[in-house]
């Protein structure tokens, strides 16, 4: 970033001389510096997990939410500004009610994935405002299947089969594109899923973290809910032993 | 004082992916004197140290009711907190008026996170200078709920915020697994003890500067400050004359 | 900008309204219209029921509809007068259970919180002088307790052990006050199937908007449940020996 401090990067309406909005990109590094968020959409329908980074003991867990839903049967996960996603989320309910009212039926993933990138491209646009510090994980089962999206802070957005964003993305991506993901059912992306979390998470940059875990599927009548107890503890579980696993498998590379 | 070129306006992300309007607005939640709160199964507490200007005035408030259910206590710039309780004050008797209900402690919160998120985005505005613990009893239980500036909202076994409240913090997460259990008596002593170890150097809690607040399942939202809060005092004096022992 | 934006006289304000087609106006009668709900209160919670008939005037036009609500897992709601009415505010009722599942906060809307939103919607609309034409009956059971609430047009609002709508007021509340008041915690769902039925009857009998073909709603604290579509047995053998009646 070598045009830090040369006056280009302090708004959004200001270009760069190489055609770059710095703010957009400053932006992006607060989704890159936060908790790991990821999507999965299998072939019954959508898990959507995060890293919750906790910084106090003090927190009462499965409060605080991070994924929160929209209309009933929109997920939406994200990575970055708690306060900014609470906005975003505010704003996806609003569409998915107001595309309710006209046409009496459930907002399609790709209508209000366009509608939230254009709302969040806005903000690109004016130097009385500032762009959105989240990317956002869409999920639904809509009447063409299941879906994910996701929004990122330049408006951009993407339909995706796995889709990561945080600081863990590199680890989660890769781990993502090994998954056959067409073949997987919910109940195995729940715990591929958590496994990946746990994968992700850097225990030495932060310690305590809470997983959480929802889903769009038949088990939830097609709406948006989070997984029930028994599966987060499995899951939990699963991602835990995998976790000691790898491992393991570490130790004995280096006895080799 | 440091300065740099990203810090004049909320409007503006630095290269890290900070706010510096929005991290300047925390620090002063830090200006104020801190409260504690904290709660157990069936009540919630909150604790604060009031300041006065000067001997010939009054103390400044710290605790606000905002309902039969919910309360709040301030620390940072006072007059910010007067905006917010009366938006939770209109938000509180609206869900009683439409619906015939008390409103639901996160919903509340949840709506001034809301309202202080538009302040971290827009140019020509400031983040609200106020941190908040909001508690309040719905039928969810009890709650204690963080406020900052920078609009997130967190809920808490027991939290503390203002000057001096990292002490507080630690005295509370040393001890927050057996608040559950504790009766309310129990519970004020026990913040009272969290409030003290804020306190500079040479001062003391007494029944002038302490304002003591709480609401539970069959107990309405209430406030002591002067000599309603003596009882509780003296039972702080007594539990630490035992642990000298 | 709303995409469904036509110009039809109620959608137009000031001076236009007025000189294109008279002064503004609004529902000065229902059109497609459901008749009475009955419901009342018994041991193990409130029972409710309604015909499947949408009347268009005198004529008989829709015969398989729902005149009962579902609300959300410890509410139902009957609903008798203009259908098109209620078909609106069963959207924005929808909208509120929408937005409660989206609270995601395990902090449900009761009956009566249900009731008293629904009371002031209709309340507000009929002091703006624009009413939905409907009587509504709320019940269920809200933290264990049994609720039934009437509401309509006029924003008028009570609680009783036993409501009717329509022309149920006047032929089932006699039935009703008899068989159940007072008696609210001793009728097993038995009785009260029993009663309900015999008040159905009546109504079908002599309320010429009625119709043989109903729905049923009980709502315990196991939940709601609203029946298929069924119908009473009648007899009509002795209607031939009533006389007097401008026959």
Known sequence: MTSIGTGYDLSVSTYSPDGRVFQVEYAQKAVDNSGTAIGLRVKDGVVLAVEKIKHSRLLVPQSNRRIMTAGKHIGVASAGWMSDTRHLVKRARDEAHNYHSVYKADIPAKIIAERMGMYVQAYTLYSSVRPFGVSTILACVDKDGPQLYMVEPSGQFVGYRGCAAGKGKQVAKTEIEKLKLEELTVREAVKEAARIIYAAHDEAKDKLFELELSWVCAESGMLHAHVPQDVLADAIQHAERSLDEDDDDEMEDEDL | ?245 | MDPVSLELPHTLRGPQATAGYGPTTRTTQPIVTGTSVVAFKYKDGIMMAADCLASYGSLARFRNENRLMKVNETTVLGVSGDMGDFQHMKHKLEDVMTHEYDMDDGQALGTKSVYKCLSNIMYGRRTNINPLWNSFIVGGVDGGERVLGYVDLYGTTYMADSLATGFGKHLAVPILRRRVEGRADEITEEEAVAIMDDCMRVLLYRDCRAFNKLRRAKVTAQGVEISEPYSLATNWSYAESIVGYGV
């Not at chain 2, 900070?18 to 507490?45: M, N, P, R, W």
């Not at chain 2, 004050?89 to 996160?106: F, I, N, Q």
């Not at chain 2, 309202?115 to 309040?136: D, F, H, M, S, W």
């Open chain 2, 1 to 245: 004082m440091f300065r740099n070129q990203y810090d004049n306006d909320a409007s503006t992300w630095s290269p890290q992916g900070c706010i510096f309007q929005v991290d300047y607005a925390s620090e002063a939640v830090k200006q104020g004197t801190a409260v504690v709160g904290l709660k157990s199964k069936t009540h919630v507490v909150l604790v604060a140290v009031k300041r006065s200007p000067s001997e010939l005035a009054s103390y400044q408030k710290k605790i606000i009711r905002i309902d039969d259910h919910m309360g709040i206590a301030v620390a940072g710039l006072t007059s910010d907190a007067r905006v917010l309780s009366n938006y939770l004050r209109t938000e509180a008797m609206r869900s009683k008026m439409v619906y015939g209900r008390a409103l639901p402690v996160g919903r509340a919160v949840s709506a001034i996170g809301d309202k202080a998120q538009t302040n971290t985005q827009e140019y020509g505005r400031r983040p609200y200078g106020v941190g908040l613990l909001v508690i309040g009893h719905d039928d969810t239980g009890p709650h204690l709920y963080e406020f900052s500036p920078s609009g997130i909202v967190s809920e808490y076994y027991g939290y503390s915020i203002g000057a001096r409240s990292q002490s507080a913090r630690t005295n509370l997460e040393r001890n927050f697994e057996r608040f559950e259990e504790l009766s309310l008596q129990e519970l004020v002593v026990q913040g009272l003890r969290a409030l003290r170890d804020t306190m500079p150097q040479g001062k003391q809690l007494d029944s002038m500067n302490t304002s003591i607040g709480f609401v539970g399942m069959d107990t309405k939202m209430t406030i002591l400050d002067g000599d309603g809060t003596q009882p509780y005092l003296d039972q702080l004096d007594e539990a630490e004359a035992m642990d000298t022992e």
